[in-house]
């Protein structure tokens, strides 16, 4: 009988959700070689959290509008994006065209129109950059355009690590969200997390990679966003989760390799505890989320979804009474191993 967690919210009306946070990684060359834990008799003050596991809805605004890919605008005229060919890549984040301001995929659109000859302002890796593009005119429908896909929102559902009582804060995901097709961190310009209810699971194998399927619940806000980091999102949750007893949080040096648990929701919004393995410890990796290779062991949840699946991401990891991780990603040839990050990591970030 697995140990239920207390539910975050009552169930209410609920309303689809339609992507999911959870990282992939695509193969795995084997297990980095384990580092014995130094040996420390003193320790700072320790913090002390709540662990979750529970679900929840993000729904996020970007910083600007990110330009995704490329497209021909008039094959008559040419094959080849204006904005492609003016020097613009995937990933950059345009905030202005003409001096116009641009907050949203409309308002790029009218900037457009209202002068082709477009002066365009992105950040590219931290620097600002601006290019010169002569937007054509659509043989579809006659607006002039640039030839780009931008995203200015990004909305879907991952796994809440721990809330801190004390400070109001919370983490999740173990990882940042990012455009898939640039790998570039979203900018976060302001957003709010739902409660959410697990409807379905559709179950991970060796080469395809599951995934938990959620629905928001209608007009329950249980926070905001704050920061979209590589560790994670934090922010701040205005109803307060009621969960598991608190625990410390982890010295990255302390976390060993050998059996530990994670709290995950499989169905509805009850998280429950799963038995896993930590397989290996690379304190050195140059991967900010993939401190640790982990396996699952745990009989029910191999059964339920094959292992890992996308949108567990965030999932907190308990080893000798304390949190010392969260899932970050699934193996996408091995499904029951995945990626951790270090708790301590992630509470690093929002400190910093």
């Known amino acids: 009988m697995k140990k239920k ?33 130094a040996s420390y008799t003193e320790y700072a ?13 993000i729904k996020m605004l970007t910083d600007g509008v990110v330009v995704t890919d490329f497209g021909a605008v008039n094959g008559r005229l040419s094959q080849q994006s204006p904005a492609e060919a003016a020097g613009i890549r995937k990933g950059d984040i345009i905030t202005s065209i003409n001096g116009i301001p641009v907050t949203d995929s409309e308002s790029l ?26 937007a054509l005119e659509s043989d579809k429908d006659g607006e002039y355009k640039l030839g780009m896909w931008t995203k200015d929102s990004v909305a879907g559902i991952g796994t809440m690590t721990y809330y801190d009582p004390e400070t109001r804060v919370f983490a999740g995901l ?51 966003l704050t920061l979209n980091s590589d560790f994670g999102v934090f922010g701040e949750c205005t109803a307060e989760p009621l969960l598991a007893e608190p625990v410390e949080i982890a010295y990255k ?21 799963y038995s896993i ?3 290996s410890i690379d304190r050195g990796s140059t991967s900010p989320v993939r401190n640790m290779t982990i396996r699952v062991t745990d009989p029910e949840l191999l ?50």
Request: hydrophobic share 40%.
């Open 277 to 279: 393995e930590i397989v």
């Open 45 to 57: 003050e320790r913090r002390t959290v709540i662990p979750c596991g529970t679900p929840f809805g």
């Open 109 to 134: 659109s009218r900037a457009v129109q209202e002068d082709p000859v477009c002066t365009i302002s992105v950040i590219r890796d931290n620097e600002e950059m601006t290019f010169t593009a002569n």
């Open 174 to 224: 173990g990882h940042g969200i990012s455009d898939t097709s640039s790998g570039i961190r979203m900018p976060l310009l302001s957003g709010e997390i739902t409660a959410v209810t697990i409807t379905d699971v559709v179950r991970g194998a060796d080469g395809m990679p599951g995934e938990l399927c959620g629905a928001f619940i209608s007009s329950v806000e249980i926070g905001t």
């Open 303 to 352: 059964s339920r979804t094959g292992g890992i699946v996308q949108g567990m991401s965030g999932s907190p990891i308990i080893q000798d009474g304390r949190l010392v991780g969260a899932v970050t990603h699934v193996l996408v040839n091995e499904s029951d191993m995945g990626y951790a990050v270090f708790a301590e990591n992630m509470l690093s970030a929002y400190s910093e």
């Open 253 to 273: 040096d302390e976390v060993r390799t050998g059996s530990a648990v994670i709290y995950t929701t499989t169905g509805g919004m009850m998280p429950e505890e």
């Open 5 to 37: 967690l207390s539910v975050l919210l009552n169930s209410l009306a609920a309303l689809p959700a339609f992507l999911f946070f959870a990282g992939a990684a695509i193969q795995w060359s084997g297990a980095a070689e384990a580092v014995p834990a």
